[in-house]
């Protein structure tokens, strides 16, 4: 989301590798460094722009750095925006009540898409076909009262929950 905004800023500075180390670290640290001081929540909008701002001032602190950074001048730079930022009331970025809406992946899409069907898979082969069987098997050795209402009920929920399934599909699509 914002990592790659913040990136970006900072594409066109000469890192050694350790630095190039420590740059991943940080951007992996962005949301604990740049979190809020007081209660609440950015937007991703606010986010986005306060990655991209962080990035501007973090290119600036290593302007004066000439040739390859290295990890104590990108270290000493970044510990400068950081406090900044704290310091400086957030930089007055507005933060909301309610926290943002996760933005999921394709991947993520697909998993929450697909569970339903894994569940009533899982429901159908599993749980209902083996009480199915042992309610038929044992309705079929010592027929009595108790297990064929057991295998009518077993039934019953089977088909019901196939045709609630694809009930709540249809009216979904």
Do not use: C
């Amino acid at each position: 989301m914002g990592e790659d905004t913040f990136k970006n800023t900072l594409s066109h500075l000469q890192l050694n590798e350790e630095a190039r180390s420590y740059l991943k670290e940080i951007i992996q640290n962005l949301p604990q460094d740049l979190a809020p001081d007081h209660p609440g929540y950015y937007s991703h909008e606010t986010i986005e722009k306060l990655y991209t701002d962080a990035g501007e001032r973090l290119s600036r602190q290593l302007a004066s750095v000439s040739g390859t950074i290295d990890f104590e001048e990108l270290r000493s730079a970044w510990t400068i925006v950081v406090v900044d930022y704290h310091r400086n009331n957030n930089w007055n970025y507005p933060v909301t009540d309610k926290k943002p809406e996760k933005i999921l992946t394709q991947e993520q899409k697909t998993a929450r898409e697909l569970w339903p069907y894994i569940l009533i898979m899982t429901l159908g082969l599993l749980v209902l076909k083996t009480s199915f069987f042992y309610f038929g098997m044992h309705s079929a050795a010592a027929p009595s009262t108790t297990n064929t209402v057991m295998l009518v009920v077993t039934l019953v929920a089977f088909f019901g929950a196939l045709g609630f399934f694809i009930w709540k599909k249809n009216k979904k699509d």
